[in-house]
């Protein structure tokens, strides 16, 4: 079933066009930002973009500091709030499960074939920033970041192309992690309604609402178990040394939100009626 | 092959099916009758495990389902509600998808993937279908493609729901000859459709449902059996009348309806008698006879 939901996904379409939008709001940030040779001052605009302007390798950094904001949970949303809800409405729901498929092997093979989108985005927008960026500015000595607040002076300490790679993976695996919770959120709707807009939309509001208390200081007391918390927190991953603490509170509360919302998502998938 | 007993689903404040005993033995061409809305898709999906009865038992093969149901539906073709497909994918895709979703096979790889949807879309009348997605079908070509997926797996039982909707006089023919050879050949079918004539035309035994409840289950053959009285159609029927004085029971005209067991003898003794027979046959109720007797409005109808 797994093999399947992958045939499904990369069958369709719409992978690949969010998949493409994704990988085109970089670009076009790069040549405007190419083309005036003005990048945001150090502290302000997406983070890593000061600094890319020295180093165009550093580019994928800044990319991802665009997507993993907005864009990117808006086309997880979209997919896993399509996941069951569109086989329900598309009528090939109950020709799955009278295959037989099994219920909870579904849901299993739905959230695999998310955790793919969403690691084929990453890399697909990851790849053609990096070629964007080297072709744009050049490639300088990459160099790790300095305070939280975004400064991008250099610690002093200049990282080898072998070690940003490797953080790299490291921010994007934090990146695929982060997305599972808006998957499990968007996938819980998906199996309570038959309407994908309305399990996406759902999911997003829920996202928006987190990010929202997230800058509400009243609401510091529940601050630390917001979806969208530690998002940012793959940053971390580009500091000498890495800053640990906030990437693995991240990944323990991105865990929390799987386990309890996929737990919901299967108790009411296992005993649903299939009317449609 | 399937055996349900007090089955009861409710859906809020709606009883949708009430305490019914289905049963359908190996063999059986079985087609359940109703008007719409009258449960029998949703009795349709409890036997596929898809809804979850609220009291009552189902057996299906041996099994109880929903509870094994996984071990049945393997040998089960089902077509509910009118067939599904990604638009955007090919029949030939869809149907590759929807096997190899299912429970591995036990015989061969790909290319026993391949033979197996050849010659179900063959069996169906798709056998040319080119790449063109399902989204670019018509009604009648995603029915036969619903069928095809329903066949995929040489089942043993088929549960059809509507199978012949969308489909044109022709194709109504064909689905009906392929079920019945397929039921020849050992299948049993089991369908559901508000269609008098497709239930009539294709059934040895049928279940009439009206308003959640089974309401008749009985044999096509002895619902159908004469009925005791005998058709005469005449253009000597004053004659007539006064020949057979009394036995006659209403007249139309021409027409009349006699009260006799045997219509060679009855035809003998008009012809013996000078009046002219242009038709003579036994009386059969007609299955619409039968069921607008005992059932009600469908749900779709309103009244004030």
Not at chain 1, 250 to 272: E, M
Request: hydrophobic share 50%.
């Amino acid at each position: 079933m797994i093999r399947v939901e992958l045939v499904k996904l990369v069958r369709r379409p719409r992978t690949w066009i969010s998949i493409a939008l994704l990988c085109v709001l970089p670009i076009v940030v790069a040549a405007f930002v190419a083309a005036r040779h003005l990048a945001p001052a150090p502290g302000t605009g997406p983070a890593f973009l000061s600094a890319v302007l020295r180093d165009g390798s550093l580019y994928p950094a800044a990319a991802m500091a665009m997507i993993v904001p907005v864009f990117l949970p808006i086309s997880v949303a979209v997919l896993a709030g399509d996941s069951v809800a569109g086989e329900a409405a598309g009528g090939t729901l109950r020709y799955l499960l009278a295959r037989p498929v099994g219920r909870t092997r579904l849901l299993v093979a739905k959230l695999i074939s998310l955790v793919v989108f969403v690691l084929l985005a990453v890399v697909a927008v990851v790849g053609t920033s990096y070629v964007t960026g080297v072709v744009l500015f050049g490639t300088g000595t990459p160099a790790a970041l300095g305070e939280p607040d975004g400064v991008t002076s250099l610690s002093g300490v200049t990282l080898s192309p072998w070690e940003f790679t490797l953080r790299l993976v490291g921010a994007v695996g934090f990146v695929v992690v982060s997305m599972l919770g808006v998957a499990a959120i968007a996938l819980f709707l998906s199996t309570v309604t038959d309407s994908a807009l309305g399990a996406a939309l759902g999911a997003l509001a829920v996202l928006i609402a987190s990010e929202i208390l997230v800058l509400l200081d009243a609401a510091v007391a529940i601050r630390p178990f917001l979806p969208t918390r530690y998002w940012l927190a793959w940053v971390d991953f580009f500091r000498d040394p890495i800053f640990w603490r906030d990437i693995e509170r991240g990944i323990g509360i991105q865990a929390v939100y799987v386990v309890v919302l996929l737990g919901a998502a299967w108790a009411n998938f296992v005993t649903k009626d299939i009317k449609t | 092959m399937i055996r349900t007993s007090g089955l009861t689903k409710r859906f809020g404040p709606v009883l949708a099916v009430d305490g019914v005993d289905v049963v359908v033995k190996e063999g059986d061409r079985y087609g359940l009758l109703g008007p719409n809305g009258s449960g029998k898709t949703t009795l349709v999906r409890m036997l596929l495990g898809l809804v979850y009865a609220t009291s009552g038992e189902i057996e299906v093969m041996g099994e109880p389902v929903p509870r094994r149901v996984a071990r049945v539906l393997p040998r089960i073709g089902a077509l509910v509600e009118g067939p599904g497909g990604y638009g955007h994918l090919s029949g030939r895709t869809n149907l590759g998808i929807f096997d190899a979703a299912g429970p591995r096979s036990t015989v061969g790889g790909r290319a026993a993937r391949r033979r197996r949807i050849d010659a179900a879309l063959e069996r169906v009348g798709l056998g040319g279908i080119d790449n063109r997605p399902v989204k670019a079908y018509s009604l009648g070509m995603r029915q036969r493609l619903g069928l095809a997926g329903a066949l995929l797996r040489s089942p043993a039982l088929l549960i059809l729901d509507e199978p012949t909707n969308g489909l044109d006089p022709r194709g109504i023919r064909e689905i009906r000859d392929l079920l019945v050879e397929l039921n020849e050949a050992g299948t049993t079918v089991f369908l559901s459709s508000h269609l008098l004539s497709e239930v009539e035309q294709l059934a040895t035994r049928v279940g009439v449902f009206d308003r959640g409840r089974l309401v008749l289950q009985e044999s096509l053959e002895t619902l159908r059996a004469p009925t005791g009285r005998v058709v005469v159609h005449t253009p000597d029927a004053s004659r007539a009348v006064a020949l057979l004085d009394g036995r006659v029971e209403r007249r139309d005209a021409d027409r009349l309806l006699v009260r006799h067991q045997d219509p060679s003898t009855l035809n003998a003794l008009l012809v013996a008698d000078g009046v002219r027979v242009a038709e003579i046959a036994p009386e059969r109720r007609g299955l619409e006879q039968i069921v607008l007797e005992i059932t009600g409005a469908g749900s779709d109808r309103v009244d004030g």
